[in-house]
């Protein structure tokens, strides 16, 4: 994967928003009693780079934020990462490839949450060898309807500042 200099440094740049967003997220945590739940901030960032970058930075993001929790969280942590975004990004992408810009930013990032919370279900199974782990998937796609609705909320009212700076 080849990236000119300064596309290397935005997506840098972006890389490290997500990082902030994701240590602001960490340090309100605690506000929501459910384990497993997160708001999902860093999302924007991927969201951005789809929506604006392309699928192949969308990728990259998803997949450095995994390496980042590889190296704070561990291999499971990456693991359920990696499989989440990898997830919502496909399905993200597939949205905009089949709807053709018909669905807002808002939509698109539900479908990414719940698609994220199912990918990360689907590690699960994987690696607890066991079925049973998939009665919390109505929990986590309730949490990611409503992850979503901010992420994608949050995304529509900072896109003009993030295309300013970036751009």
Do not use: D, W
Not at 32 to 57: A, D, H, Q, W
Not at 103 to 123: D, K, P, R, W
Not at 124 to 153: D, Q
């Amino acid at each position: 994967m080849k990236f000119s200099a300064s596309r290397t440094a935005l997506l840098g740049l972006l890389f490290a928003l997500s990082l902030v967003l994701s240590l602001l997220e960490a340090s309100i945590s605690g506000l929501i009693p459910i384990p497993g739940i997160k708001l999902g901030l860093s999302n924007i960032v991927t969201m951005y780079c789809l929506f604006c970058l392309g699928k192949r930075e969308a990728f990259f993001i998803a997949a450095l934020k995994s390496l980042f929790v590889l190296l704070t969280r561990g291999a499971v942590g990456a693991a359920m990462s990696f499989c989440g975004g990898v997830c919502s990004v496909a399905a993200m992408l597939l949205l905009t490839i089949v709807g053709k810009g018909r669905f807002s930013y808002t939509f698109t990032s539900v479908l990414g949450g719940v698609s994220h919370n199912a990918g990360q279900i689907g590690m699960a199974i994987v690696l607890l060898h066991s079925n049973l782990v998939v009665y919390y998937l109505p929990i986590l796609a309730i949490s990611g309807v409503l992850t979503g609705i901010i992420t994608g909320f949050l995304l529509e009212r900072l896109l003009p500042h993030l295309n300013r700076l970036f751009h």
